[in-house]
């Protein structure tokens, strides 16, 4: 049975009532949910909710609105390079790119790394985006949407998040049409990089970064109100 988002708040709610700490009670949904549970920055906030009295389990419209601006969705994808005499493949590098409703936040370079791993989301890639988010808001909320790959789930990463009260929003396995990045920024960069041809991976990712930033800001809108 999948649960739903209500379905997770009845449960917090109800241990809410029983009052168990927030530490066991996140412990005891990983155990039975694992990456499906809810994160720990989650239950503190609906915890803090039934203490002020509220009973709907509903997202209210408006803050249904205000918590989209919250969100920032990252993931990762191959940029390719080519030799320019014979137009063959001859390098690829990996990039994490984040975005908002109101417009792209960070693209961070993998080097020459190949592979996304939690010490490197969390040391480098993680810092970065929320440094660019607090740079705009040193007040704002943030809510992560990523998808389940074993860097964004991992142990690390979760407790990193929840030091730095990032909030997750749930994303269902293998349902890469719910990511702005996947069906939005990916396809629309590659796009119009089709047919450039660059010298080293250095100068695709810049011109990666170039087009990124030179969409305009209602395109973003548009694609998160989708």
Not at 3 to 18: M, N, V
Not at 46 to 73: H, M, T
Not at 148 to 169: G, P
């Amino acid at each position: 049975m999948e649960l739903k988002r209500e379905h997770f708040r009845a449960i917090i709610d109800y241990k809410f009532q029983r009052q168990l700490s927030q530490q066991e009670f996140h412990a005891e949904l990983l155990s039975v949910f694992g990456n499906e549970a809810p994160h720990q920055s989650t239950i503190s906030r609906w915890y803090g909710e039934f203490k002020r009295g509220r009973v709907s389990l509903s997202d209210d419209p408006r803050q249904k609105a205000a918590r989209v601006n919250c969100i920032v969705s990252g993931d990762e994808s191959w940029i390719y390079c080519y030799e320019p005499e014979n137009k063959r493949q001859s390098a690829v590098w990996m990039v994490a790119t984040f975005v908002s409703k109101a417009a792209h936040i960070a693209t961070i370079p993998l080097n020459e790394q190949r592979t996304v791993t939690a010490d490197w989301y969390t040391t480098i890639c993680l810092p970065r985006v929320i440094t660019e988010l607090l740079k705009i808001n040193p007040e704002r909320r943030i809510i992560l949407h990523q998808d389940i790959a074993s860097s964004h789930t991992a142990q690390k990463t979760r407790q990193y998040l929840t030091e730095e009260s990032v909030e997750l929003l749930d994303h269902p396995p293998y349902s890469p049409d719910l990511s702005p990045n996947d069906f939005f920024t990916f396809p629309k960069i590659k796009s119009r990089l089709r047919g450039q041809r660059f010298q080293s991976p250095e100068e695709a990712v810049d011109a990666f970064k170039n087009t990124v930033l030179d969409l305009p800001a209602n395109e973003w809108n548009k694609c998160f109100e989708n």
